[in-house]
DNA sequence: CTGTTAGCGCTTTCAC
DNA sequence: GTGAAAGCGCTAACAG
């Protein structure tokens, strides 16, 4: 692999005027000298050594972003998308990411390492949790980083995150113009900050319409299926007047898990009742009936996150909290109630 | 940031004294000394700075993986959990992953450029396909990569695959084993060389039991749910009597459309018809019936391709070329056929 | 046993 | 306009 050297011997030039060329510097260098570099580098196949260049400006061009396992083996299905947009948003602004896994006991030491060894320039969080300690940690370190997702209500940092309250909050609306009264919501237990905004979507979306909330139409769960196939059965307990007539779950897990109990007891979806998940999980849109939920702006998301960070590394700034409006994707779960007022 | 001079000041020995202690050279140190140098190390919290070894030692210990989009917008399902498997393998043997998006217009020159750059040290490729440019550019330049996907007969290079042969054997072999004799497969067109492969289990399942292949019950299409369904309602064009009791589909997604498709038809899943997918996508245990399907095997998987990776990078090695039998997974979406023999 | 020193490939200040 | 040289932080050959 050629190096500067080789090139200003090539082209009979100093090391330093290759440098001068390569970075397009204003040192004025004559069209001709510049000519004779380019000639030298073409002839070559001359490029810069990044690690040379990292190693003089005391950067890396990396962001460092964790991989979390969820349980079950599997991984969460929103952040591959998120995952693929955010390298692609890196990529242009002349970053790459840099993956490692999460170590669930021990959360901060693995950024702790990485930003030892100075093997990134800034972070992106992502699956964040109330008071997450990475968060805490880089905060405390003073190391740039960006989340998706909020955290604590008053930890001043910078975020991105999709706006869950609005989300939910279209939801009920589009549900409620559909001719639907009772509409049951299935959230997560009440140390999800991500689902206490959901939550707090439903709530304002009836109290908008004059709808009363009816706490036995509030159920909380864990994020699963077998949690979701629970609540439908626990709502079903109810007398059936007093049914609801369409359920918004907190994520797509658990209203696949509503479905599926719903099918059992052959109640017809989209009609005798609807369902709605959140997140446009794959496959969702195959179900039978196709799921209507709500779409995380992904690559909206992953460009501010990027833009954000650039502007970090480039300098303090104001700390930036950024809300995306999530879009309702309306498929075949959800539909006219069968016996509309 | 502490540098090795800081720590080198506050032990009052020199660098090297320092470095050595640092890597463990067998450079003769007292026990005292090197005790001196741990405490200032201690005491200064000094961490070597990576780049600047990598600098010179003209590595980066970084992996390059790109992600690729499939149509639709979706990352391919399977290969989040492969990233994290990979990243956390990588981990283990001392590198870390870097992630970035392919270029389909032109597959081999985002490779090119973290060559030239030197960004990485070797790649590890995925979503591989026939004669696949990038294996080829890799393999003409002679640089380090290992592949998850064979690309054709021929071509002298390191490489990890499912044995989509023996899964798709596997499956139908349990099929025979239920008392099926109507075995249909839906394939994928002839230029896919992993199609290539799984179609031959169903040819050697087969013949291996003395089932005469029948040539209207092999269908190729692309790789979506539509597909699915169109193959399965012209499967079902047959006259009853000659209608298969179970179909391998050669992916989830398509299995998925031909299970929507049978729905639609009234055809009991499970019972009527038997179908089997591939890869055990997230959530196709969740599907009513839940989808009987053969998963590959990614933690065996990334960790051979690490493997590998090491050993390529230690030194010129003959070529590895590994194949990891895949798993049957045995849900409701299979069973008994309704009239059997 | 430990220190001096060259050098990895590049950028940039300062002289000419 | 261009070049010499220092230096980023580290490793390792060589001296002592």
Redesign the interface.
Known sequence: ?PTIKDVAREAKVSIATVSYVMNNKDANITAETRQQVLRAVERT?Y??????R??KANR?R?IGYA?H?TPG???N?L???F??CL??AA?SAGY??????DRPHDPASVYN?LI????VDAFVLASTIVNDPRTRFLIDQKFPFVSFGRVAPDWDFNWVDTDGRLGVYDAVRYLIGLGHRRIAMIAWPEESLTGTFRLQGYLDGLADAGIAFRPDYLLRTEHN?QSGREAMAKLWQLEPSARPTAIVAISD?IA??VM?EA?ARDIHLGSDLSVIGFDN????Q???PSLTTIEQPIVEITQMLTQIVEDVLRGPLETRQVLVPPRLIVRGSSGTPAHSA
Not at 47 to 52: G, L, M, Q, W, Y
């Open positions: 692999m196949g490029t810069p050594n990044i690690t040379a990292n190693l890396t990396l991989w396992e083996g599997q991984v299905s952040l591959d998308r995952t693929y390298a692609q990529e790459h990411i840099l993956t490692f896994t390492e030892r060894t100075r093997r299926e897990l696949i898990g599926n099918r999980t794959p496959l969702t195959y179900l039978c």
